[in-house]
């Protein structure tokens, strides 16, 4: 696998190995808030509870909380 090295981007020294790794999931799950594919009064159920599935179900109740009441927080289904 090889890919451009302008895709590829240091991790600063106070940052874990760890919290390194959850970057991109993260960014993806910001992402999807990000391009309003969910509006407001939408219902969202999130299948999979892996890594990225919470990271998902956690930016988006947290973004639907600060809309107020009224909006439906998302639902995670998976088996954990």
Same mark, same amino acid.
């Given at each position: 696998?090889? #890919?451009? +090295?302008?895709?590829?981007?240091?991790?600063?020294? %106070?940052?874990?190995?760890?919290?390194?790794? =959850?970057? !991109?999931?993260?960014?993806?799950? =910001?992402?999807?808030?990000?391009?309003? +594919?969910?509006?407001?009064? @939408?219902? +969202?159920?999130?299948? %999979? @509870?892996?890594?990225? %599935?919470? #990271?998902?179900? !956690?930016?988006?109740?947290?973004?639907?909380?600060?809309?107020?009441? %009224?909006?439906?927080?998302? +639902?995670? =289904?998976?088996?954990?």
């Amino acid at each position: 696998l090889t #890919l451009p +090295v302008v895709n590829l981007h240091a991790v600063p020294d %106070g940052v874990s190995t760890e919290n390194a790794a =959850f970057a !991109e999931p993260l960014a993806a799950a =910001f992402r999807i808030a990000e391009q309003r +594919v969910v509006s407001p009064k @939408d219902r +969202v159920a999130i299948i %999979g @509870d892996g890594k990225l %599935g919470l #990271l998902i179900a !956690e930016v988006l109740g947290r973004h639907a909380a600060s809309l107020g009441e %009224g909006t439906p927080m998302p +639902v995670l =289904f998976g088996r954990h």
